[in-house]
């Protein structure tokens, strides 16, 4: 899908939540009148459900609103509408005369946002399913041949990667990787190396019917001024498919670019200092659970 | 071990907690003999900085004898007697060999979370939130120190440790906020704040140089202390600190002002108080910062405002109008006390300062709690707190 399309995607995801703005203070603010248009003035429920379903709009404003990709927010949009239609279902059963029209209309009109909403939220969502590239990059205070050559040694990359668990060169540039997979499974596939030019560049991708497809680089340069080496890395994997796909795609975690920004600063650790530095509130030093799950800072048992 | 621990805000608690352990090679383990109270702690204690978690050891001055190393620490041996600065720093990466230790780039490991916050991460520190690290502090009998082979300072046996526990944080910090002024001939500098940190800028400003320095707080038993070190003094309850100090320096205004107050000032107009005393309660602002605007606003055309009070996220109201209209320079830091250590520690020992001077309780580590409250409500003419285990 075009970025074009994403941008207008996202543009009709927002006139959404400013939609949801406008009725979430209608409804606040004048729950009566909206009860009457809808037919329901004659329940007793509507004074607090009218009041509570413009909440919810507003729920849905602050985050189609305040979101720098919406599309996906649309969905919440997508719950609201299947929570109102089921509400004004059973009014319009439960009514007759005027109210059960002007349920009968307010619910028409309702099926008619739903199909754009679901509309939003599916184009908002396939977005995720082209490949993913991931950047990342970092400067290490150390000559640019001591870098590039720790990382030649793909062995070592587990050292910092921490979802890694082992990678296995096998020779002839072909190496064996190995990741933690979901439910203590893993997930491993071959990876061939195929350009190599030393101080400068290493790139990879897995062979040919691996469990997952992806591919990687990382560039050396001179950080300007004497300030070490400047690591560049590029990443690229097949969308999530399959028990393989998600555990693959954990490796990243919620926030891919975070979780490759944080393997590099443990690589620059292992480079400058000589490892990956530990604090008392992760004692494991590479565990990336513990930078949302961090232990109390005591010693460990 | 006993060890003070963050129980949640407005508590803490002295509790038993496993001994510590080398956790890097380039770790020590060091048996604290003394650790003292800052004001910063106050911050933490009365949760206005994010990230603490229940249990944390808090404590990031303390000093004591080395009783482990790791292998990769060939400078240290077990007995040797050390000061621990508060910023923890690794020696290699380029800000440590700038000297600008507390920003050092490989000493946070939750370095993601305090980028999320700030943009950038700073060093870890030590017992001063997850964010700063997770570290466990020095409020406690033993600490684990990492980059023992970078950060600690051996210290000779005839000198005290209330001699040199202050070089740990609080000596540096204020020659640092002084040093920050470029401070040249004729020079008058105010100081918000005469705590610990206040007094000890105040010294440092007049090693430096200064012509007057004018020290400004509530309590008259600090400034007291603050004019025995040759301060002029302003009660910023009695009068009004921007008329004072224009009446004081011939209406140019301070050459430089250092706020040695942070995110817990206090004002005294009860409406401007509560203004941002709400909004730090509802969290929309994390600092409130009545010291910091009124040092901006007080500070001569061109002069420069440093700032080593402690803050932790937002301030609102800021004086920016003042700042750039008016060509003034705001620096501030978390101290880069490893580059202080040697020259501060041979002014204690030829005599031209005496850092013990603001001590004003001494307590066994078990009367932590009550070192808090004490310090915290300033009790007693409470000033600083050092604990013993």
């Known amino acids: ?101 002007r349920a009968a209309a307010v619910t028409a009109a309702v099926v ?190 | 071990m006993k060890a003070n621990c963050w129980m949640g805000r407005g508590t803490v608690e002295v509790q038993e907690v496993p001994d510590p352990k080398i956790l890097n090679s380039r770790d020590a383990i060091i048996r604290i003999t003394s650790t003292a109270i800052c004001g910063s702690d106050l911050h933490l204690y009365q949760g206005f900085i994010p990230t603490m978690k229940k249990g944390d050891i808090l404590g990031h001055e303390f000093m004591g004898e080395v009783v482990e190393v790791g292998p990769q620490v060939s400078n240290l041996q077990p007995g040797d007697r050390v000061v621990v600065p508060f910023p923890i720093a690794c020696g290699n990466c380029s800000a440590c060999q700038h000297g600008q230790y507390s920003v050092c780039e490989n000493s946070n490991p939750n370095a993601g979370i305090a980028e999320k916050l700030m943009g950038h991460s700073p060093a870890g520190i030590f017992g001063y939130s997850h964010m700063f ?77 200064a012509e007057r320095v004018i020290a400004i707080d509530r309590f008259p038993y600090r400034l007291k202390k603050a004019e025995r070190a040759g301060a002029e003094t302003l009660d910023y309850e009695e009068v009004d600190v921007l008329d004072a100090l224009r009446d004081m320096t011939a209406g140019r205004g301070p050459d430089a002002c250092i706020d040695a107050v942070g995110i817990e000032a206090h004002h005294p107009a009860p409406a401007i108080y509560a203004y941002d005393r709400a909004k730090q309660a509802a969290r929309i602002e994390t600092d409130r910062p009545f010291a910091l605007r009124e040092a901006i606003r007080a500070c001569r055309n061109g002069g420069i405002v440093s700032v080593i009070g402690a803050y932790g996220g937002l301030v609102d109201k800021f004086p920016m109008g003042a700042l750039m209209n008016r060509s003034l320079t705001v620096r501030g830091a978390q101290c880069h006390v490893q580059r202080y250590l040697r020259p501060l520690l041979d002014r204690i020992r030829n005599g031209s300062i005496d850092p013990s001077f603001v001590i004003s309780h001494r307590m066994r580590l078990d009367e932590a709690p009550r070192g808090y409250e004490m310090f915290r409500n300033k009790e007693d003419e409470c000033l600083k707190v050092v604990l013993t285990p």
Request: proline share 6%; net charge neutral; glycine share 12%.
């Open chain 1, 1 to 101: 899908m075009s970025e074009e399309h994403h941008r207008k995607t996202d543009r009709l995801a927002r006139a959404l939540g400013w939609g949801s703005l406008g009725l979430g203070v209608i409804q606040l603010t004048a729950p009566n009148a909206v009860a009457r248009l809808s037919g329901v003035d004659d329940s007793p429920w509507a004074r607090i459900t009218v009041p509570l379903v413009g909440v919810r709009e507003l729920s849905h404003a602050a985050v189609l609103l305040g979101s720098r990709r919406p599309a996906p927010w649309a969905w919440t949009r997508v719950a609201g509408d299947a929570l109102d239609l089921t509400v004004l279902g059973c009014s319009v059963a439960n009514r007759t005369g005027w109210r059960r029209r």
């Open chain 1, 112 to 301: 008619g946002i739903t199909a754009v909403d679901l509309y939003t939220a599916v184009c908002g969502s396939r977005r995720t399913g082209r490949r993913v590239t991931l950047r990342a990059a970092i400067t290490v205070n150390r000559p640019r041949e001591d870098v590039y050559w720790y990382w030649h040694d793909l062995e070592n990359l587990p050292r910092f990667m921490a979802h890694l668990e082992s990678v296995r060169a096998t020779g002839d540039g072909r190496s064996h990787w190995k990741v933690k997979g979901p439910a203590g499974r893993s997930v491993e596939w071959d990876a061939v190396i195929i350009d190599d030019r030393p101080g400068e560049l290493i790139a990879w991708h897995s062979v040919e019917g691996s469990a997952v497809g992806n591919s990687g680089s990382v560039r050396f340069t001179d950080a300007p001024g004497g300030r070490g080496t400047e690591v560049w890395v590029d990443l690229n994997y097949d969308p999530p498919v399959g028990m393989a796909g998600v555990a693959f795609a954990k490796l990243f975690g919620e926030d891919p670019e975070q979780q490759v920004r944080d393997d590099l600063r443990r690589f620059k650790q292992v480079m400058e200092t000589g490892e990956v530095v530990r604090s008392e509130g992760s004692p494991e030093g590479i565990r990336a659970i513990r930078q949302v799950m961090q232990r109390p800072a005591q010693p460990v048992m």
């Open chain 2, 133 to 209: 690290g997770g570290y466990a502090g020095g409020q406690a009998e033993y600490a684990r120190v990492p980059f023992a082979d970078v950060g600690p300072l051996k210290i000779e046996d005839d000198l005290p440790d209330e001699k040199v526990l202050f070089l740990s944080d609080i000596l540096p910090t204020g020659w640092m906020g002084a040093e920050m002024c470029d401070i040249k001939p004729g020079d008058i500098i105010a100081v918000w704040g005469a705590g610990p940190v206040g007094q000890f800028a105040v010294a440092s400003a007049f090693l430096q140089g």
